[in-house]
């Protein structure tokens, strides 16, 4: 791999909150805890290649749609993974959203929070309901059973 396809991959990786470069196997892992994304070569092929942590049917829908690009990476491609060349045709945009999908699967849900929602428009919490100001609404009288209520205006009568 030349040094700049390496750098511009560090250079993603690393700018996930708390992503760190550790290497493994005689190549550079990049981890938040475990490992979401790798690089090293094809193994068998000796092509550049980085494998990403994925779902099965992001890798299934990527190796089938553009297999020049998109691979299953030996040992790890049957758990999801998908293998992605880097060569001179590499779609940077394409495996920085992979990358980052990579990173929320594996890091903690803090650390994913301070990623942000750049490309994902959901919200990463539910909204509280305000069940508490419905209760302080309701007199005290009106939460106590008709049997009770009852009884109590017997005695004071």
């Avoid at 992001?58 to 691979?71: A, E, H, K, N, S």
């Amino acid at each position: 791999m030349t040094p700049s396809n390496l750098s511009r991959l560090r250079k993603i990786c690393l700018s996930f909150p708390e992503a760190i470069e550790v290497e493994a196997w005689g190549s550079p892992t990049f981890r938040v805890g475990k490992i979401f994304a790798m690089h090293g070569d094809n193994h068998h092929g000796g092509r550049e290649a980085v494998w990403v942590k994925s779902k099965h049917f992001t890798q299934d829908m990527l190796v089938r749609g553009t297999p020049q690009r998109y691979f299953v990476p030996a040992y790890v491609g049957p758990s999801g993974w998908t293998g992605v060349y880097l060569d001179t045709r590499t779609d940077w945009p394409a495996l920085t959203l992979l990358l980052r999908d990579a990173y929320r699967m594996t890091a903690s849900k803090k650390l994913v929070a301070l990623l942000g929602d750049d490309d994902d428009a959901t919200p990463t919490r539910k909204p509280k309901k305000a069940v508490a100001a419905k209760r302080s609404t309701k007199s005290t009288t009106a939460s106590r059973p008709k049997r009770a209520l009852a009884t109590k205006r017997k005695r004071s009568s």
